[in-house]
């Protein structure tokens, strides 16, 4: 029960970018006037939404360049379904940006992970045999 959670935060979390991604929203292009640090709204909210992605790694238990794959399989099938749907519409940008997206997570869960590394260098916990072992967060 203890690996659940995350599975099902992870698939709450797949149904609201899939939602957001394939339900005729924005579709009078509010999101496309807007500019945030100079980029388009619309292209930071694609990357912004797909950053969590590499984060739920530590919580599927997963090889992290399997991992990684199905992130950027994830970001490119939003943009092909797009493609196919009349009131939205494909762009190569949004693709990049999806993908910046995943990418960002992934440097995020490594600085985590490098952190929590740091941090836990003086972290000891008894073993039942008198040893100790490192605690992980991550």
């Given at each position: 029960t203890?690996?659940?959670?995350?599975?099902?935060?992870f698939w709450i979390y797949c149904i609201c970018v899939l939602s957001l991604a394939l339900l005729p929203l924005n579709s009078v292009g509010e999101l496309n006037n807007i500019t945030v640090l100079k980029f388009r709204g619309d292209y930071f909210f694609h990357s912004l939404m797909l950053i969590p992605w590499m984060i739920f790694l530590p919580g599927i238990k997963s090889r992290w360049w399997i991992w990684l794959l199905f992130g950027l399989l994830f970001a490119f099938l939003i943009e092909i379904i797009q493609y196919f749907l009349p009131y939205r519409a494909y762009n190569v940008n949004d693709l990049v940006a999806n993908i910046?997206?995943?990418?960002?997570?992934?440097?995020?869960?490594?600085?985590?992970?490098?952190?929590?590394?740091?941090?836990?260098?003086?972290?000891?916990?008894?073993?039942n045999d008198g040893t100790t072992t490192h605690d992980k967060l991550i």
């Open positions: 203890e690996l659940l959670f995350p599975k099902i935060l910046a997206g995943v990418g960002i997570g992934g440097i995020l869960l490594l600085i985590a992970k490098k952190l929590n590394c740091l941090a836990a260098k003086g972290i000891t916990t008894p073993k």
